[in-house]
């Protein structure tokens, strides 16, 4: 049943229950609601936390974003520091200690001990975005050769320290990965059934210094949950599982968004002024160099615009119009690269859709604005230079909005990062130079 | 280990290896890798799809794309294609159904058992973004008052079945959810433990109207791998797990993506021409009526730009950085109000930062663009218009990427479908505006 209950109610709870209903309920409190009651109750923060377990305290713990965890655990006496240092896990530990500063992540390191801190500290070797980097530490060996009912007492024993166990790894004696079993398959077997009898020896694996990225793909593309992560001998050093994926996804589609407006990938809502700024003065900088190109395209024919004022009008809405269609254009296209779903086989069938997307809007578009302006200005042939310089802009745009990310992803540059600057220059310089070029051509007859 | 073999290798192994090897091996071929052979060797496909068993072919078409299965799977004789249509299961049947037209949708169906049939109408009766539309409909309910080992045994009968089994749940005899076991927490649990012991009965569940999208929240913010699906009393009536989830938030973003760039949510990279007009042409048109409000701006101003014409080279430059640094804002608004990273508590101080980016970027940039247009034109005062009107619309740029995106959500509007055209309009109109409106006050100085 869903308790639904308020946080004041939890809240209320936490502080009052004896102890007896207090140990009864914990367990089933979800770290996340108990660490979001700690937050919102500041003053009565410390009075819950003093009821709690070490164990407990751990869970919540891994649950606070790792700039925090540091403040919220000195808050402890230095022995209890200690006590929850030793329940966590050292992935956990890892993460942390790799956001604090010199001093604060030694004072950590001194409270634990030797073994944990050689765990910890090979941890920290791994690059942040690698298998390495996001794996846990804890799994679950069996051997091949024992039966289920075997394995089920073995794991009434050890498992409870397991943070996840979905599936076990069948191993060698010497720990080399041979094989995994599925907590389903175990249950579901007859207890006199042998290990190696439902082991899967295809088991996937990612290597410990594979890029985050590519074992996001691979839980993504056979529907795992977790997923072994060995070195270069086949030695099985941890798993990674699922949440840690579904928060690499979230972070990927970030970047992704974020390069595409010309945004740092890691900026963040809340960051600071000075992080915004170095995130975004350098995009603009360089868009400030592409709008002095474009600008110097017009100064080129500010003889004609002086002739026809009204062409200083109109050139904003050609080149607008160009930059939008190439956004909508690159944007399919860096989404399709990035999602997998733009490959070699239909790389043609989608530029000529493209080319065609181009040429109907621009038709369409471009009879619209030629139109209007011969009526707005009472001179068909500005309608004709308005109408057939949309139309020419709107295929530069997809054309360029399919070929530049294309292009950039062949030179190993990340298509989302630098598309939409080559393609608004393409649409901004090529726009004005055909608008205006076209109107220099036809003067005599715009006056 | 992992069991690297080619494409060619697993299609040769796929063909010619004697039933006895073919039967061991094919349990532990994940059906994705199946699929791609299937699709890479067309000529032997049939061969090799007569060799699988109805479990195997059935698990295939499960990987399938649902537009795809239809026709894979009548490739069939009718009577092979009744036994397939057992093994899969009814949520998938669903799924694939819901793509056809009716003529091969009323086939299916005919195809199956009654009782298949009563079970797909009711699945296909929930709206196809709700839980109920996502929920698979094999999941495994225990009774509480069993031990951990008449348990275990119950499971070795049924538990084959049951598509993904990370968790039980426990119910009444009715049906109704009381709670739920891991099968961590059984598997490691003395085998004379009653299931009531290690039952938590804090379950977490979904109503099957519930919105995906709320299904994904809930499941990323408590690391669960699935969740239950309950109707209005509380009976269960599906489970929901992570691999949809997945897909729900990479469909999310992709959405997002898709609308800050004025694109349909669901326009695909390999669409038809026609799809993609649909998607863009109506974009375009909005944002066609927008720049042409922002060139009747410039229109205003045509007797000021036909004195200094160089102001028509500048414009585009004023207005093009300030719908840059708009773009930039309204991202990180709307990407942090998508990641509920942006709250009630931090709002005044990300306005604060945004407004504060608009003043910094925009006395450094209008420095340059001062500079600049004093040395290439030769006059301070238009520097001094260029350089003001520069700070002036990257202000705006930032307080409108600030506000629009939250203004939006109030009135109940997706920030990311319609913020990048007010901002634009905003810095566009309101840039041409301050620019122009500026040099028509200093007119005396710069001719």
């Not at 230095?78 to 966590?88: A, F, S, V, W």
């Not at 765990?119 to 804890?138: C, K």
């Not at 992080?275 to 868009?287: A, G, H």
């Not at 474009?294 to 080149?319: D, G, K, Q, R, Y």
Request: glycine residues 6%.
């Amino acid at each position: 049943m869903n308790l639904e209950i308020s946080k004041q109610e939890l809240k209320d709870f936490l502080l009052n229950a004896n102890d007896h209903d207090f140990q009864e309920m914990i367990e089933f409190i979800h770290p996340v609601d108990l660490l979001a009651i700690i937050h919102e109750y500041e003053d009565e923060a410390v009075s819950i936390l003093n009821r709690l377990s070490d164990e407990d305290i751990a869970h919540l713990l891994d649950e606070e974003d790792d700039e925090d965890i540091y403040e919220l655990l000195t808050q402890f006496s230095t022995k209890r520091q200690k006590e929850i240092l030793e329940e966590m896990s050292s992935d956990e530990i890892a993460d942390f200690v790799q956001a604090l500063d010199e001093d604060e992540s030694k004072d950590v390191l001194s409270k634990m001990s030797k073994e944990d801190v050689e765990e910890v500290r090979e941890l920290l070797s791994y690059p942040p975005d690698t298998a390495g980097g996001i794996m846990a530490t804890e799994f679950i060996s069996i051997h091949e050769d024992k039966t289920v009912k075997k394995t089920l007492e073995y794991l009434q024993g050890v498992a409870q320290n397991a943070e996840m166990a979905y599936y076990l790894y069948v191993t060698t004696n010497e720990g080399y990965l041979r094989g995994v079993v599925s907590l389903r398959d175990l249950v579901s077997s007859p207890f006199n059934t042998l290990i190696s009898e439902i082991t899967n020896l295809n088991v996937h694996s990612v290597n410990v210094y594979d890029d985050q990225e590519e074992v996001a793909k691979m839980l993504d593309k056979y529907d795992y949950v977790m997923i072994p992560v060995v070195d270069e001998h086949n030695l099985i050093k941890g798993v990674i599982t699922i949440d840690d994926i579904l928060d690499i996804i979230k972070e990927e589609a970030t970047e992704d968004i974020h390069r595409m407006a010309g945004l740092d990938a890691e900026e963040k809502v809340d960051g600071t002024l000075i992080e915004s700024i170095r995130s975004r003065l350098p995009w603009l900088s360089i868009n400030l160099i592409t709008a002095i190109l474009a600008a110097s395209v017009v100064a080129m024919f500010s003889s004609t615009i002086e002739a026809v004022v009204a062409l200083a009008a109109i050139n904003p809405i050609i080149a607008g119009m160009g930059g939008n269609a190439g956004t909508q254009s690159l944007t399919i296209i860096v989404r399709g690269i990035a999602l997998g779903e733009l490959t070699g086989e239909n790389a043609r069938k989608v530029f000529l859709k493209e080319l065609g997307v181009g040429l109907c809007t621009g038709v369409t578009l471009g009879i619209v604005v030629g139109i209007g302006c011969y009526f707005f200005y009472g001179n068909p042939y500005l309608g004709f230079v308005a109408g057939s310089a949309m139309l020419l802009n709107l295929i530069i745009a997809t054309v360029s909005g399919y070929t530049v990310p294309l292009l950039l992803k062949k030179c190993n540059i990340d298509p989302a990062l630098a598309s939409s600057v080559f393609v608004t220059t393409a649409t901004d310089v090529l726009g004005f130079f055909v608008f205006l070029g076209l109107a220099t051509e036809l003067l005599p007859y715009l006056i």
